[in-house]
């Protein structure tokens, strides 16, 4: 190593050191003496990462001021995080029990049931949702995902659609049309060349960081038959960081499918 690359080396270290240091710091390190200092200090668990410390803090808030709905959804949070989904439902129906009115609670325990697979009492939380807040794009979105993991695409179809008419940004809604339009089982649902378009939109949306739009993409040009870009795109989404395994052995499952020119369609209910 020469003495470029060595000055180089330690400065990366010291760089490190001086951000690992800010960090602590900006934690406060005496306990806190009510709830909202646990709050503040657990807020900031959060934004380090610290998840555990941050539940922690959360819920000794809890303890000294039980009647405030948003400690519940802060440690709601934190337990989806952790993919304890049990815990997150628990939380958010305790907050919504405090505040009925707030929609965004009612979104957030449908989307713990929708990652439980209890799609009947998600659709039920999305239909609240809306019913409280009608322009809530993200509502729309999770009610059309749980219908389409039912195998209600005619009802799935028409929520993607009004979540984009209500935020033209919503990446996961451009998405997940995108998904249904190239992979339906129905064939009256398929038109490739449009889930082309909408897959593309979701990936600039997301930078091109999102290794599940790309993958999406991936599918959308395998079904219109360009099978060369679409295992571009799935080797690309395969090669990203953090893909759990059981999604990178789908996406691997999917991607012998194109080299054999298949294009990929869900199974038929």
């Known amino acids: 190593m020469n003495n470029s690359q060595t000055l180089k080396h330690r400065a990366t270290w010291a760089l490190a050191a001086l951000a690992l240091i800010g960090a602590m710091l900006s934690i406060p390190r005496s306990r806190p003496k009510d709830a909202q200092g646990f709050v503040i200090r657990g807020d900031s668990y959060n934004k380090k990462g610290d998840i555990e410390n941050a539940i922690n803090d959360y819920t000794e808030a809890i303890r000294l001021s039980p009647g405030e709905y948003i400690l519940y959804f802060k440690r709601a949070y934190n337990y989806d995080l952790q993919k304890d989904f049990d815990k997150a439902i628990t939380d958010y129906t305790e907050a919504i029990r405090l505040e009925p009115r707030e929609a965004g609670l009612y979104f957030n325990r449908g989307s713990e049931y929708g990652q439980k697979n209890e799609l009947e009492k998600a659709i ?134 194109y080299r054999q020119k298949r294009a990929y369609h869900r199974a038929a209910e």
């Open 124 to 257: 039920a939380d999305f239909n609240e949702a809306i019913q409280l807040n009608t322009n809530l794009s993200s509502a729309y979105n999770g009610r059309g995902y749980a219908n389409y993991k039912k195998g209600n695409f005619e009802k799935a179809q028409p929520d993607f659609l009004h979540a984009i008419s209500l935020e033209p940004t919503n990446g996961v809604a451009y998405g997940n049309l995108a998904w249904l339009l190239a992979t339906c089982p129905t064939d009256s649902f398929r038109n490739g060349e449009e889930a082309v378009t909408l897959a593309t939109k979701a990936c600039q949306l997301t930078n091109w960081k999102s290794w599940l739009r790309i993958d999406i993409l991936a599918a959308a040009y395998a079904e219109v038959g360009d099978f060369g870009v679409a295992i571009q795109y799935q080797q690309k989404a395969m090669g990203f960081l953090g893909v759990r395994e059981k999604d990178w052995q789908k996406m691997h499952e999917r991607l012998e499918m």
